[in-house]
């Protein structure tokens, strides 16, 4: 920041110097004094300009995040449990939100075995409720 202000202050002061030298040697003569002014306030404007979108650019700031590892499911809990391959299908569908019918459609079963299934998870896992279900299931490391 010094250093352009420095820069900036230099050659401004060079350019005077110059004007003053073109003044008394040739231009003195044929041009007015507005001229020079006008010269010196276009430069000073474009200078400013340029600075001004310099110094007020946004900077990027980058956070870095901890990531969490990565789920593992626990195979050997699983079979402690006696959960099936298709209840725990059931299982996930549930803790992504879905109602009993959304399961059904989306396993090509009726709704009924969906039933069938949420109550021997319900028995499996010791709940009486869905989100019970659900928090003793990640209590477990069988969902995420």
């Known amino acids: 920041m010094k250093r352009i202000v420095l820069i900036y ?4 002061a060079a350019l005077v110097f110059l004007l003053k030298f073109l003044e008394y040697q040739y231009i003195v003569r044929d041009l007015s004094l507005e001229f ?10 474009v200078v400013g300009i340029w600075l001004g979108l310099r110094l007020t650019r946004k900077k990027v700031v980058t956070v870095s995040v901890p990531t969490a590892p990565a789920f593992q499911l626990d195979e ?10 298709r209840e725990y ?56």
Do not use: C, W
């Open 89 to 144: 299908e059931v299982l996930e569908l549930m803790a992504k939100g879905l109602s009993n019918q959304e399961i059904a459609d989306k396993l090509f079963v009726s709704l009924n075995t969906v039933k069938t299934h949420s109550s021997n998870l319900f028995v499996k896992l010791e709940a009486r409720r869905r989100t019970q279900a659900i928090e003793r299931a990640k209590q477990l490391r069988l969902i995420p």
């Open 9 to 12: 202050s230099l050659a401004l």
């Open 36 to 45: 020079y002014l006008g010269v010196i306030a276009l430069l000073f404007t």
């Open 76 to 85: 050997k809990m699983l079979q402690q449990t006696g959960i099936s391959k």
